[in-house]
């Protein structure tokens, strides 16, 4: 038996706050982690378009969804599982890269983008970014890693000078201090110079900490 793969078209799914027009001078672009939904996801950037007129939040949904319990009720969406990895990665850069091409023609041309992934969205924000066609202001990585298969070169070229945050709550129950630091260091031996920022929370969002993050 031979696996093949067909290259097809299909609709990709995301949400956004805000207009974006020749005055928008912010844009941030979050992913959401496994199981979650970007409509729910994005709920909790919302404070930040409401508080400025010039800032854009899009949260862009995985690919691939899910019933979360049996076969019906809650449904979720998943950027990748470990079958099929590197097809499914190559549809999400695709994806995220024509989702920004589009945004990026609507806003002036130094607009400041702001890239968040949260959970497994920060191995697809990465693996995106390592391959993207524009440079992010700002990198947050919150509650989760960066991809180890990621190819040195490429890694570094994405890190080197990138103001990049790494985020996790102290009661986090997947990244406990000695997963931080791991991470933090694989971090600096790519290249990068990672700020940690910690509260007091679980493998979860954090509104105040999100909203010092955007005032720097």
Request: net charge neutral; proline share 4%; glycine share 8%.
């Amino acid at each position: 038996m031979a696996e093949h793969h067909l290259l097809v078209a299909r609709r990709a799914r995301y949400h956004q706050l805000g207009q974006l027009s020749a005055r928008t001078r912010r844009v941030w672009l979050v992913c959401h982690g496994y199981g979650q939904l970007a409509q729910y996801f994005i709920r909790h950037f919302a404070f930040l378009a409401e508080a400025d007129p010039d800032t854009v939040v899009v949260a862009p949904e995985g690919l691939s969804r899910f019933y979360l319990d049996g076969t019906s009720g809650r449904v979720g969406a998943s950027w990748m599982t470990r079958d099929d990895r590197l097809h499914e990665i190559e549809d999400h850069v695709n994806f995220l890269n024509q989702l920004t091409g589009q945004l990026l023609a609507a806003c002036p041309p130094e607009v400041e983008i702001t890239v968040l992934g949260f959970s497994q969205g920060t191995a697809t924000v990465s693996r995106w970014l390592a391959q993207a066609t524009f440079r992010p202001a700002h990198l947050i990585l919150w509650a989760g890693g960066f991809p180890p298969d990621l190819p040195a070169v490429a890694a570094h070229a994405l890190l080197h000078g990138l103001r990049l945050s790494v985020v996790a709550g102290t009661a986090d129950e997947y990244i406990d201090a000695e997963k931080l630091q791991a991470q933090l260091e694989q971090l600096r031996q790519l290249g990068g110079s990672p700020i940690v920022a910690t509260f007091a929370g679980r493998h979860e969002l954090n509104r105040e900490l999100l909203a010092r993050l955007a005032a720097k």
